[in-house]
């Protein structure tokens, strides 16, 4: 292999990990894929507890310190052992305001770390850059509760406005609320007042990033039986916060242990994120609460990628990505889109995006045994690790799939739960038009390039040059016939 082919696999290939040394867990995530939206290769942390004791010691703990030391030791040999390019390693509010936070440092920079402590308003920033990296349209108030410190920033149409910082992490409200309740909600009033927020925070979504914010989320979706167990971008309206008060109260611990993806880690936390999160959707007048997956990490990774970069798609960028490499023929993902796009020229806007994602995956289960391969096509769309896509449009996203990968006309099986009655027709045409491209071509470009399927009146109509007549078998026939019936149109095949 030349050097330059070496250098351009490698570079498509490159892995980088981040370090989070935070208040209550430290995590190691390695990256790899577009830099836009890099694929998560693994991802563990360390429950070390680093800010347990720091509002009654004003110290990290010895076992904590103990148990932080090995979990980075462990951390950089993994990161050896994987190859990765580079490690970013960041330090949040236990290491910046523990006594004994240098010595932490000191471990960390003889194993192999060189680790920047952010200040409370980098950290409110780049947890504001993560969820606009994952929810790109996002507009209102970013709150990142970790175990030390609370950072709380403004954001708008991409931008991040004000940058806040605040000694309210899980650990020291719990310490707090021990002592004096009362006094508490008035020191977070008077914390809150500082923003200047009173009126201009007013019915703006809350978004929550943090590990027991999200973990309240999997108990709200466990309460509510929502059908899609993914977090991001999960919404629930503001006096959910309340209930959730009301509702730790009636649980132990063992019955939080049989909430789905709820971390046992996480449950000692969850009573006063639960305080805290229903004291601030009150101040605020919060419109509704959403819940990011992305948070500093990603707001680190998306800091440092250009502007081009940053403009991206992260769902059509992530599913282009997943498709090209598993499809047989991956460039064509975007040619099948451009095919299908004039019968569904009347989608709303926002569809648009989701029919292209489709189509980006739209080769994606040719490999499963094929009495399987529409559950594999649902299963990639449906509970694919993407963002920038709400829980309706997953359902639009796995039904298309569904349907194209030979699932039928029928609602997926536990379907049409988010996605109305109308949007769920409109996904199951999608995979119809896609299953009607993919049989014409055979998966390749030509037939896609010269041939035209279009509505005229009462009939769907596929144009296909003379010399490629051959190619309208009883197959292609079929379906043809098949999508225009679910559209209400007549099929009619014309040559050129």
Request: proline share 3%; aromatic share 6%; net charge positive.
């Amino acid at each position: 292999m030349s050097n330059f082919l070496q250098k351009k696999k490698r570079q498509s290939n490159r892995r980088t990990a981040i370090v989070d040394i935070g208040s209550n867990s430290i995590r190691l995530v390695v990256y790899q894929g577009p830099a836009r939206v890099p694929a998560t290769l693994f991802n563990e942390k360390v429950m070390a507890g680093l800010g347990r004791e720091l509002s009654t010691t004003g110290a990290i703990g010895e076992d904590s310190m103990a148990l932080a030391v090995r979990g980075l030791k462990r951390f950089h040999r993994l990161c050896t052992d994987m190859e990765v390019d580079s490690i970013l390693a960041f330090a949040t509010a236990a290491v910046r305001d523990a006594s004994n936070g240098d010595d932490l440092l000191k471990a960390a920079r003889e194993i192999g770390y060189d680790v920047a402590v952010l200040k409370g308003e980098e950290e409110a920033e780049l947890a504001a850059l993560g969820v606009i990296s994952g929810i790109p349209d996002a507009t209102g108030i970013v709150g990142d509760l970790g175990g030390g410190s609370l950072e709380l920033a403004m954001i708008e149409k991409g931008k991040v406005l004000d940058r806040y910082s605040f000694p309210l992490g899980v650990f020291r409200v719990a310490d707090s609320r021990a002592q004096d309740t009362d006094g508490l909600k008035t020191q977070i009033r008077k914390m809150l007042k500082k923003t200047g927020w009173e009126k201009q925070a007013q019915q703006l979504p809350f978004y929550l990033v943090g590990g027991s914010w999200r973990s309240l989320a999997r108990l709200d979706m466990f309460d509510s039986n929502y059908p899609l167990p993914v977090i991001h971008n999960y919404e629930m309206e503001p006096r959910r916060a309340q209930r959730l008060v009301r509702r730790l109260a009636q649980l132990n611990r063992d019955k939080l242990k049989s909430v789905p993806g709820l971390s046992a880690s996480r449950i000692p936390t969850l009573n006063d994120a639960a305080w805290l999160l229903s004291m601030l959707v009150r101040y605020l007048n919060s419109s509704k609460m959403v819940v990011s997956a992305y948070g500093v990490r990603e707001g680190m990774l998306f800091q440092n990628i250009s502007k081009h970069e940053a403009a991206h798609d992260p769902l059509l960028l992530a599913t282009e990505d997943a498709g090209t490499a598993q499809a047989r023929f991956p460039a064509n993902s975007k040619l099948l889109g451009e095919w299908i796009s004039e019968i569904f020229s009347d989608d709303p806007a926002e569809w648009h995006r989701i029919r292209q994602a489709a189509c980006n995956l739209g080769d994606v289960a040719w490999r499963a045994n094929p009495n399987f391969r529409a559950e594999r096509g649902l299963e990639i769309g449906l509970h694919g690790n993407w963002v920038g896509i709400t829980g309706s449009e997953r359902e639009m996203l796995g039904q298309a799939l569904f349907t194209s990968f030979g699932g039928g006309n029928h609602i997926f099986p536990g379907g049409g739960q988010l996605a109305d009655e109308q949007a769920t027709k409109r996904a199951i045409c999608w995979g119809l038009a896609m299953r009607l491209g993919q049989r014409l071509s055979g998966g390749t470009r030509n037939p896609l390039e010269q041939t035209q399927i279009r509505k005229s009146g009462k009939k769907l109509e596929l144009t296909v040059a003379s010399d490629l007549m051959d190619l309208y078998g009883d197959a292609v026939a079929k379906r043809h016939a098949n999508l225009a019936n679910m559209m209400g149109l007549e099929p009619v095949i014309t040559g050129v």
